[in-house]
């Protein structure tokens, strides 16, 4: 993982999941030890915030559990295929009210998609009113999510198959 995270290529298949469950990379040079978001140890990509005489130690990531997860890579094959995207939804649901929901997207941007103020929209709602909101906050990861044209797949297909990812995720936490 810490190779995937130095990397830092938007189709790193454990990025998303490290974003969406808030992981933190402890840094390790001959100075000492620090502690960064992974979302703000990679800058763009291939560049991290990592200075030439630092190592990635360890990872951490916070031992939250969600009640609702989906994690689906989409590559020209099921194994040893770089992403063509990736989506990792995370939940949880308590009588009918979200109480916490993660959301973020690779391989369509410069770096991992999370959006913190949309997740903040969606929190506190009831699963009934999804279908009512749902468009509204599709529409606004949408404005993030801009993949670019290559040889793996098209722009408007990754942009499109993100977003119904996405929407089969919302339509799941209400089943």
Do not use: H
Not at 21 to 36: Q, T, Y
Not at 49 to 60: G, H, T
Not at 113 to 122: C, D, Y
Request: aromatic share 6%; glycine share 6%; net charge positive.
């Amino acid at each position: 993982m810490a190779g995937n995270i130095a990397n830092a290529s938007p189709a790193g298949d454990t990025l998303p999941v490290l974003y969406a469950r808030d992981a933190k990379c402890i840094i390790e040079s001959v100075d000492g030890n620090r502690e960064v978001a992974i979302a703000n140890l990679i800058t763009s990509p291939g560049r991290t915030s990592l200075k030439n005489d630092e190592l990635i130690k360890e990872i951490v990531i916070p031992a939250t559990s969600f009640n609702f997860y989906r994690y689906k890579k989409v590559g020209t094959r099921k194994a040893l295929a770089l992403s063509k995207l990736s989506f990792v939804g995370l939940a949880n649901v308590k009588n009918d009210i979200i109480t916490d929901i993660r959301i973020a997207f690779g391989a369509v941007a410069p770096t991992v998609v999370r959006r913190l103020e949309l997740e903040a929209g969606i929190i506190s709602k009831n699963i009934a009113d999804l279908s009512v909101i749902s468009d509204k906050i599709v529409e606004g990861y949408s404005n993030f999510i801009r993949p670019i044209n290559d040889q793996r797949s098209s722009m408007e297909y990754r942009k499109e198959v993100s977003l119904r990812l996405f929407e089969d995720f919302l339509r799941s936490l209400q089943k």
